[in-house]
């Protein structure tokens, strides 16, 4: 039985995962915040994929979380800061056999929103693809990537999984999903932060070799320290990859500081710096990084949690 993917989160990846499920002719309904905000979508028309240059509208149903209908499946989108109050909006109308896609930044907000839902089965996600917003509900496919999926308490893949296919999302079940998450945080953490305090794009900083090569090798210890030595594996060579194929795009946090918006910081580097800091292992470079970084936001007016 096909079942109805419910969205929340209407940014870059949760529009464009609305978008590719309602092409592919699955059904779609997405979650936003109010009546004001459902309104708004109303007037649009829907939902709005630019790819190649190619605009095409997807009037995708759209509800609030008020709303009485049953979740099955519930793809959680929005900002890691966000992720724990989702849920919790969202508990009463999930049913017995409930699942969960966690699709957040960073780590933390997973554990948090599954504490909420002890009896919802959640399944982490980890994406590599490239999109961002040119106008309110459109988004623009960026860069092709990848998403893993994956369940630490359990590795059977979901029945679900299989409609995916006929979606273009490129996609993987993994029965290492954690790996996959820590190591997206660690090239997060060598990367975005820098990009904000030298505000430069991603390739600006080719010109701190010396900066990144010591982030890595401390980020390189903390992965070993957390029993994660796979995602530690040739870490700089990565971030360095990374940077030279992202060199003209700006990275998420440079776009939230740029825009006045709250960042994920808690759950990038402060996320990191706690983790050293509970197992009581000395980070200094990171632990100093994550203080210019928190002086920097304090100066614009934008939140440090």
């Known amino acids: 039985m096909t ?3 419910h969205v929340l989160g209407a940014g870059s990846l949760g529009s464009l995962w609305a978008a590719r ?7 779609v309904r997405l979650l936003l915040r109010d009546r004001a905000r459902l309104a708004t979508y109303r007037a649009a028309g829907g939902l709005t994929l630019v790819e190649h ?5 997807y009037p995708i149903a759209a509800q609030t979380p008020a709303d009485s209908t049953p979740i ?3 793809l959680l989108a929005c900002k890691a800061y966000d992720a724990e109050a989702a849920v919790a909006s969202l508990a009463h109308r999930l049913t017995a056999d409930a699942e969960l896609i966690l699709l957040q930044n960073g780590m933390g907000s997973q554990d948090a929103a599954a504490a909420r839902l002890p009896r919802t089965r959640c399944i982490l996600a980890s994406s590599t693809e490239g999109a961002f917003r040119d106008g309110d509900f459109r988004v623009v496919f960026a860069g092709h990537g990848y998403t893993w999926l994956g369940d630490p308490l359990d590795p059977t893949p979901p029945t679900w999984l299989e409609q995916l296919g006929s979606t273009g999302i490129p996609h993987q079940w993994t029965p290492d999903i954690l790996t996959r998450l820590w190591r997206k945080l660690a090239l997060n953490c060598a990367i975005n932060p820098l990009t904000v305090l030298y505000d430069c794009r991603n390739g600006g900083l080719l010109e701190h070799p010396a900066e990144v090569a010591t982030l890595c090798a401390e980020l390189g210890e903390l992965l070993s320290l957390c029993g994660q030595p796979a995602a530690a594996e040739q870490l700089e060579e990565e971030v360095e990859r990374v940077i030279k194929a992202t060199a003209a795009n ?3 946090m440079h776009q939230d500081v740029a825009q006045g918006r709250r960042t994920e910081i808690s759950f990038l ?3 990191a710096c706690a983790v050293a800091h509970r197992h009581q292992h000395e980070l200094p470079h990171l632990n100093a990084l994550h203080g210019r970084l928190v002086s920097h936001l304090n100066a614009r007016g934008l939140p440090t949690q």
């Open 250 to 252: 700006y990275s998420s």
């Open 72 to 74: 099955r499946l519930l």
């Open 3 to 5: 079942m109805t993917w």
């Open 269 to 271: 580097l402060g996320h």
């Open 53 to 57: 240059g190619q605009s095409s509208l």
């Open 21 to 27: 499920l309602a092409r592919a002719g699955l059904p």
